[in-house]
Nanobody
Framework: QVQLVESGGGLVQAGASLRLSCVVSGSTFSTYVMAWARQVPGKEREFVAAVSWTGSGSYYADSVKGRFTASRDDAKNTAYLYMSDLKPEDTAVYYC???????????????WGQGTPVTVSS
């Protein structure tokens, strides 16, 4: 059973940067595609970004492309989401997720963290 624990969320002003971390335990980290999704109350959880098994490939939602960077450190069993030029519309609870396949579909991710809130003030 894989466990994911996010950290790094907080309250920032528009234009600021923030880095989220996701520590994975309980399974072989390198065998998972690591992804990030976010959710606002009353809305469905949406895909944000993901990084492939070796870290050689990453892909993003159009809304964050060019501002967010997904990465991983297999030696530390940790995935990261670096967020820059944050906007008020980025305000959400951010979740780390793991998948055995390359996908943007939230339903395909099999393991989830508890979420970390990010609030961007204008």
């Amino acid at each position: 059973q894989v466990q994911l624990v996010e950290s790094g969320g907080g309250l920032v002003q528009a234009g600021a940067s923030l880095r989220l971390s996701c520590v994975v335990s309980g399974s072989t980290f390198s065998t998972y595609v690591m992804a990030w999704a976010r959710q606002v109350p009353g809305k469905e959880r949406e895909f944000v970004a993901a990084v492939s098994w070796t870290g050689s490939g990453s892909y993003y939602a159009d809304s964050v492309k060019g501002r967010f960077t997904a990465s991983r450190d297999d030696a530390k069993n940790t995935a990261y989401l670096y967020m820059s030029d944050l906007k008020p519309e980025d305000t959400a609870v951010y979740y780390c997720a793991a998948s055995r396949i390359v996908t943007r579909r939230v339903a395909d991710f099999t393991s989830w963290g508890q979420g970390t809130p990010v609030t961007v003030s204008s």
